[in-house]
């Protein structure tokens, strides 16, 4: 039982926006920033949002938000590339831990 | 660029001893934190340790807790983690992550090193 909440999977058309969401507590998510790691074919994580920002090389394409104790990302124009495994993270200071979502699955139809 | 190179990685016997190493490079390391994040197969990404960037302050995930030792040497830029009494769960890719400033949270990653626990 992961301490954030993810959709186990997500799937858009070509073109289209999807919004994935990150559920946690106000020990976690409702205190600190949250990233967001895409994961193609369980190569290496890519970080592809850190709190609001953007990581350099990023498509801005990609987005962020925070309300309350859920995070969001938000992918506008959906491309075939953007098919991959995406997992949200941030600290939790009841459990001293750093806390990750148990990952979306996004799919490209 | 910044880069993070793990190695150590392999096969042990339950019980056996493992650690390994991180080489860092394309940025001051003695001022970010590090952690370890670790993923199973076919399973998601789990947080291991982390460190900050004095060593004055360490964490655990209570599933390694008393097992794993992760530690830094700022002056060659590596980050370790000694694996002692290792169980088959402890199968997993283990990426070496520096922190961001603004999250405690992994900005930049390795490419990973297997650790299969088996006899």
Redesign the interface.
Known sequence: Q?ALTQEASVSGTVGQKVTLSCTGNSNNIGS????W?Q?IS?G????VM??N?L?SGIPDRFSGSKSGTTASLTISGLQPEDEA?Y?C???DYSL????????TKLTVL | EVQLVESGGGLVKPGGSLRLSCAASGFTFSSYSMNWVRQAPGKGLEWVSSISSSSSYIYYADSVKGRFTISRDNAKNSLYLQMNSLRAEDTAVYYCAREGVAAAVPMDWGQGTLVTVSS
């Open positions: 992961s600190y920033a949250v990233g790691y994961q369980h290496a994580p890519k970080t850190f709190g920002s990581p495994d997992y993270s941030t600290w001293s831990a750093q806390v990750f979502g148990g990952g």
